[in-house]
């Protein structure tokens, strides 16, 4: 449905929590508000995480909510809102969390997404929708919420702040002298998430990068055991040693690597979507979700995509046979990339395919 003020409101508030990718296809949409209503004061409510990538955005009010405090959380959150009124909210978390955190908002128009999309309740707690579209690119759905608001022309645009100290720690990590390839090899570490590549595959394309271009590999990734780990067991596997970043920067020097690298290989995890901000090419590894949903935006033609293979090897359908977003859950999913696809994508993001 369309939304059209005859002129801009004067506050409006923006509700995304998490994820560190999701937060990053929000930014599209925030500069396509911000060029059509440059006189309204936007706040957004963030994850505590993610505010520390993007929360010094200008012109912006940033509203952190800390999910680590549980159920105090959304009582920290009606406690800063208190006595404060929006003109609109933009409700983009379709999450119980998000639809609990919607109630501390005052706000005559709440829009959320079309019901078909409005996981956890969202529907209850909104009063507009968006457009009912499907099987969209996540940051195209988001960006279907300034649409809605009568804004025809979006603007396909990041430009996340990158402090120079941050930029000055990672020159002092990494080579200056030859091409960097950053490798973030896990993503979010949760049950049956099948999205790891291999260690013996990822030391193969570290040691086919520096013989045939060069490049200094560096391992980039959270703190957590799992990931430090994995980060050993491939240094251990790759002949050409890399540099072990993993749990060693915020996400402001990791931000900062991305744009000192000459391509990122990850699987489906937030810094794909970080690199694609930076401008960054990305060579996705996609077997077990949809990089049409959640591909890095800008880098669909760098992205090997194993997905309609591993679909139809576990359920025997095709992608348009399947609800949008669907998972593949087989453990050994991972394996249908070879180090050839992606020796393949790879010559084509240095230029040599």
Partial sequence: MSLNFSTHPENIC???LSAIGDVTHVLPMLRTLQKYWPQTRISWIIGKTEATLVGDIQGVEFIVFDKSRGARAHRDLREQLRGRRFDLLLNLQASLRGSLACLA????????YDKARARGLQWLFTNNRIA???RQHVLDSFLEFPRALGMT???ISWD???PEEAMANMKALIPMDKPVLAINACSSNRARNWRNWSVESYGAIIDYAAQTYGMQCVLTGGPNAMEREYAAQICAA?????????GKTSLKELMALLHLSSA???PDTGPAHMANAAGTPVIGLYASSNPLRTGPYLCQNSTVNRYPEA???ECGKRVKDVRWGQRVRDPEVMSLISVKDVREKLDLVMGTA
Avoid at 105 to 112: D, Q, S
Avoid at 238 to 246: G, N, R
Wanted: charged share 15%; aromatic share 0%.
């Fill in 153 to 155: 022309q979006p603007v």
């Fill in 238 to 246: 790759a002949s050409a040693a890399p540099i072990d970043l993993v």
């Fill in 14 to 16: 923006i509700l995304r």
């Fill in 160 to 162: 996340i702040p990158l």
């Fill in 311 to 313: 679909l139809m090897k």
């Fill in 105 to 112: 908002v005052k706000a005559p128009i709440k829009l959320g």
């Fill in 132 to 134: 009912a579209i499907e």
């Fill in 264 to 266: 990122l290989i990850a």
